[in-house]
T-cell receptor
Framework: DTAVSQTPKYLVTQMGNDKSIKCEQN?????MYWYKQDSKKFLKIMFSYNNKELIINETVPNRFSPKSPDKAHLNLHINSLELGDSAVYFCASSQSPSAGITYEQYFGPGTRLTVT | AQSVAQPEDQVNVAEGNPLTVKCTYS??????LFWYVQYPNRGLQFLLKYITGDNLVKGSYGFEAEFNKSQTSFHLKKPSALVSDSALYFC??????????FGAGTRLFVKA
């Protein structure tokens, strides 16, 4: 019954490795997001997809590549991991903005990534 | 450009007392304003939103927020705080598109 789920919950890896985080939502939303929350709890948007199309691509290194195989899934692949990538990554979903109206977002439980 | 300011890193209040968590915003066009709460090791949970209409918005867990256009503020309030309200609270603003900007968060500590 989980609305937005992410796997894995914890991810510990070494510098230089490649890893993926998966996200699935069962809310029927068309829009999905990836956020990064740093150690000071700042929350910053990384990517947003609407109907599988990339809408927002913030100033994120090219090592980060999102992929949306369908509207219910948005995965995040990270190449050549660096120490500074250590953070909590949150997936979220919402109804698509419509007629200028924006809707609330539903967040997953987060994936805590630790790069050593 | 959109921005959100939460001027207080932490708010301390005694259980049973009213609480206020402050938020001011800047956005071109009509603002869509949100409050979210984050408990330890959890994702953010939606509390309430302002889209249009009444300036006083009621949300989950007895929280409410007051939209003030002239002061560009959207302060979160609760008449009587509970220890279980202790958490990290985020204000967020959206100008009507896909990008929502979150404030830095305010940690609420309710003492028994």
């Amino acid at each position: 019954d989980t609305a937005v789920s992410q796997t894995p919950k914890y991810l510990v890896t070494q510098m230089g490795n490649d890893k993926s985080i998966k996200c699935e939502q069962n809310l029927g939303h068309d829009t999905m997001y990836w956020y990064k929350q740093d150690s000071k709890k700042f929350l910053k948007i990384m990517f947003s997809y609407n109907n599988k199309e990339l809408i927002i691509n913030e100033t994120v290194p090219n090592r980060f590549s999102p992929k949306s195989p369908d509207k219910a899934h948005l995965n995040l692949h990270i190449n050549s991991l660096e120490l500074g990538d250590s953070a909590v990554y949150f997936c979220a979903s919402s109804q698509s903005p419509s007629a200028g109206i924006t809707y609330e977002q539903y967040f997953g439980p987060g994936t805590r990534l630790t790069v050593t | 450009a959109q921005s959100v300011a939460q001027p207080e890193d932490q708010v301390n209040v005694a259980e049973g007392n009213p609480l206020t968590v402050k938020c001011t915003y800047s956005v071109s066009g009509n603002p869509y304003l949100f409050w979210y709460v984050q408990y330890p090791n959890r994702g953010l949970q939606f509390l309430l939103k302002y889209i249009t209409g009444d300036n006083l918005v009621k949300g989950s867990y007895g929280f409410e927020a007051e939209f003030n256009k002239s002061q560009t503020s959207f302060h979160l309030k609760k008449p009587s705080a509970l220890v279980s309200d202790s958490a990290l609270y985020f204000c967020a603003v959206n100008g009507g598109g896909f990008k929502t900007i979150f404030g830095a968060g305010t940690r609420l500590f309710v003492k028994a």
